[in-house]
């Protein structure tokens, strides 16, 4: 009880610290704190600017509903303080080294960015700087290596059935399949719960698309672009998920497969036929890296619930 009236206090103290600054700085718009989860807070500006970096990410937002875009920005940054929060136990933030910039070429050339120049040209389009991006890949870069250093011992690849099972496979077939693939990943706190948002998920694709609803009901990073996983070779997939493939056509979605870290509901947008390159070594190299990844992501939804349940969170 005692815990909690302090928490409070120091909440409303925040608060008129951040309008009192604020109101020193611009009387042109009222800044209102929208979330607090611990020490971090999240106001009408962060939201509206996060809202503006999920524009610039991914322009099909602009077809979406102003609000719903916003529910997203929200949720989107919200994962972000907490991952803020969690790695500020174990990194020093204001950290600068060659592999924060590399990651920063990875990414503007990634959205066809020729360099860092025409990057920033296109940021103020939409009133960002480099800054405030370089400090988001930053907090990416820092939490996937936290996940990586706290669960690599329990990621479980057992290479030599890979081996054996991708030889079957090449030796067989001269050609495999390659899918398109979207996807949504979501969570529900019991069953009765899940078949809800599963048909409320549903709902959406059908009335909106299913990208529509990657973008507000995915728990997946690929929920910023879309839901798009892009090509996958049916060698990289696990049996499970091939089997569920076999059974749709291109434009259509599976039903819900369960993951370690959620339900999953999958879309092939297109699919073709790849003549198999019968480089053994390579191929299991690429359905490692596959595996160690799925794993990680999966891992890492599991320890963003864990700690952001950990902390307290008040939303206005």
């Known amino acids: ?6 928490t409070k ?5 925040s608060i008129f610290f951040l309008i009192f600054n604020y109101g020193n700085f611009s009387f042109s718009k009222e800044v209102v ?20 970096y999920l524009l610039a990410l991914n322009q099909s937002l602009q077809s979406i509903d102003k609000n719903k875009v916003l529910n997203l920005a929200k949720k989107s940054i919200i994962k972000e303080k907490v991952k803020l929060i969690e790695i500020s136990k174990y990194f020093e933030i204001d950290q600068q080294n060659d592999y924060f910039d590399q990651i920063l070429v990875d990414f503007y050339k990634g959205i066809n960015m020729r360099n860092e120049t025409e990057f920033k040209n296109y940021l103020s389009k939409h009133q960002l700087n480099i800054k405030d991006v370089k400090t988001k890949l930053k907090i990416e870069a820092l939490w996937n290596e ?19 099972r991708l030889k079957k496979k090449l030796e067989k077939n001269e050609i495999q399949q390659s899918y398109f693939l979207y996807e949504i990943l979501f969570n529900a706190e019991n069953k009765e719960s899940l078949e809800n948002k599963y048909q409320q998920i549903l709902k959406s694709i059908e009335k909106s698309g299913f990208q529509y609803s990657a973008n507000i009901y995915s728990d997946s990073e690929t929920s910023k672009n879309n839901g798009k996983i892009g090509w996958i070779n049916e060698s990289q ?3 499970l998920i091939v089997k569920k493939l076999k059974k749709i056509k291109v434009g259509e979605i599976t039903d819900v497969i369960n993951v370690p870290g959620g339900s999953l509901i999958l879309k092939i947008e297109d ?8 480089d053994l070594d390579k191929e299991l190299k ?23 349940n950990s902390l307290n969170v008040y939303e206005n």
């Open 1 to 6: 009880m005692i815990k909690s009236l302090i």
């Open 271 to 278: 699919k073709k036929k790849i003549k198999n390159i019968f």
């Open 146 to 164: 936290l996940i990586f250093t706290r669960y690599k011992e329990q990621i479980e690849i057992d290479k030599a059935k890979l081996k054996k």
């Open 33 to 52: 704190i929208l979330v607090k989860i611990d020490n971090e807070i999240i106001t009408n500006i962060d939201l509206e600017k996060e809202y503006r």
């Open 237 to 239: 997939l696990s049996e």
């Open 9 to 13: 206090i120091i909440f409303l103290i």
């Open 286 to 308: 690429k359905i490692i890296i596959f595996e160690r990844n799925r794993q990680l992501n999966q891992f890492s939804n599991i320890y963003l619930k864990k700690v952001k």
